[in-house]
């Protein structure tokens, strides 16, 4: 069976990502590995707000996306880590494709705060399929 990936921060951002992939999954018969990184607040202090909590937050979320799909095999991954985009690759490692949605940040903002999608997009060894974000 195939396996398909799917990064999502759990935002709106991500919407267009999951919507997707659920498609692709159903489309091919393919099992769906649903991921959310939580920043590590003791790896990432300057990123704090995210606490041990948002784990299980995070889990809770992803289960409950997973049961309002119950035509596709999903599973749950959910870590804690300070390098979001190279743990999103990780967990990516020998799926058929990865989805990822983009904030569309530029300019300072980006600069800021980085790109997670972007840096998937460089260090990603399958394929990657970035969604913007809808407007």
């Not at 749950?76 to 058929?96: N, P």
């Not at 903002?109 to 990657?128: D, E, F, I």
Request: glycine share 6%; proline share 4%.
């Amino acid at each position: 069976m195939a396996v398909f990936c799917v990064a999502t921060d759990l935002s709106a951002a991500a919407a267009p990502a999951l919507d997707l992939a659920f498609r692709w999954a159903r489309a091919f018969g393919a099992e769906l590995r649903l991921v959310h990184v939580v920043h590590d607040p003791v790896l990432a202090p300057a990123l704090s707000h995210d606490a041990p909590g948002d784990v299980a937050a995070a889990r809770r979320q992803l289960q409950a996306l997973a049961a309002a799909h119950q035509d596709v095999r999903c599973h749950v991954d959910v870590r804690t880590a300070e390098d979001v985009a190279a743990t999103i690759v990780a967990a990516a490692a020998g799926a058929g494709y990865l989805f990822v949605g983009s904030h569309g940040r530029s300019g300072f903002q980006r600069l800021r705060l980085g790109s997670v999608a972007h840096a998937v997009l460089r260090h990603a060894t399958v394929p990657v399929v970035c969604l913007p974000a809808a407007r």
